[in-house]
């Protein structure tokens, strides 16, 4: 940023941490951005101005250079962002184009919109705020059209992104949290011990096998085979299969908008029952996300406490303490 002004939320180190700076981040799916449309979004603290002229996205800090106004206010005219305020252009790599108050006069170097890494993968938006450091991975499912894909969400935690990724790779809380559904609080199952593997490609976990009396949008009884990828720190992805066919996927990568401010984008692919599955799946993710979220927006501290010892695991929490070391070493900051 070299000196210019930034919109940053007070306090808090995890979302000021170069370590997030240096991942990629969804701020939209792609889909819902069209040519001309200008969006505000939030990142890490920061508001963005978002947009997209023949077909390809950009996004900045949400200021103009000028007075500082909101760029998101503006409007797209002639593949260029308009400043609302005083009518500066801007082209799609930031640089100033046009001061109508003094069309002939050089337009200063410094004239420029301070601009972002942006690319789009997997059917999302995704923002790099500092120098990204590994590319988004490839989704298992995307290029495969035996799959069915649906995206849901984002669903909003008040609470911090690793709080909302350990929900989604802990298994143990499914009887109590989604009784009826991805478990059975009256007869939980028990949870064998199961690999953890840490390499350059993140974390992976399993198989671990529970019964589930609805654990798809089936909504049928079914053992389910879980194994979890994590590429990169906020990207959980579950595979659970049910046979040597059947298979069900959630690709959940989670964007930092604050501290304790967290979207989750889902991207479900399955390979059965995609007749009207779109919709089933949409109201079945729903209702799972509506049981985690008061759950997760309960936990204390919000972030997740950097010493293991502030909390107390057992073994099906293993995979949880291995990405809590995990965010330790890559530098994401937790609560003391
Ligand atoms: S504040 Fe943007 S043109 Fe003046
Ligand atoms: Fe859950």
Redesign the pocket.
């Known amino acids: 940023m070299r000196g210019r002004p930034r919109l940053a939320a007070e306090g808090g180190a995890m979302i000021e941490s170069e370590a997030l700076k240096n991942e990629w981040h969804v701020v939209y799916r792609s889909k819902d951005l069209a040519d001309g449309d200008v969006r505000l979004v939030r990142l890490l603290g920061q508001d963005l101005v978002l947009w997209r002229h023949a077909g390809r996205a950009a996004a900045w800090l949400d200021l ?1 250079i ?4 909101r760029l998101s206010l503006g409007r797209v005219t002639n593949g260029e962002l308009v ?1 609302p ?4 252009r801007y082209d799609l790599d930031g640089k100033c184009t046009l001061i109508p108050a003094q069309p002939k006069t050089p337009i200063p170097a410094r004239a420029r919109a301070e601009t972002y890494h942006c690319q789009e993968k997997n059917g999302f938006i995704w923002v790099c705020l500092g120098e990204p450091a590994h590319d988004v991975p490839v989704h298992p499912e995307w290029e495969n059209d035996d799959f069915l894909k649906v995206f849901t969400g984002p669903y909003t935690f008040q609470a911090s992104a690793p709080r909302a990724v350990e929900n989604v790779i802990d298994v143990s809380h499914f009887p109590f949290v989604h009784d009826s559904m991805l478990g059975q609080a009256g007869d939980p199952d028990e949870i064998e011990n199961y690999d953890v593997e840490q390499s350059n490609e993140g974390l992976r976990a399993g198989p671990i096998v529970v019964s589930q009396p609805a654990g798809d949008h089936r909504r049928i009884p079914v053992r389910s085979t879980y194994r979890f990828w994590i590429p990169r720190p906020f990207m959980p992805y579950l595979m659970k299969s049910f046979d040597a066919e059947r298979c069900f996927s959630h690709f959940m990568p989670v964007t930092p908008v604050e501290n304790d401010v967290t979207l989750m984008w889902v991207l479900t692919s399955a390979n059965f029952d995609k007749e009207g599955g779109e919709a089933r799946i949409t109201k079945r993710n729903a209702d799972v996300f509506g049981e985690d979220i008061p759950i997760v927006n309960s936990q204390r501290p919000a972030m997740i406490p950097e010493a293991l010892r502030q909390e107390l695991h057992v073994r099906a929490d293993k995979l949880s303490v291995v990405y809590r070391r995990w965010l330790t070493d890559l530098g994401v900051p937790g609560a003391k």
């Open positions: 103009c000028h007075r500082g106004a400043c305020y005083h009518g500066w």
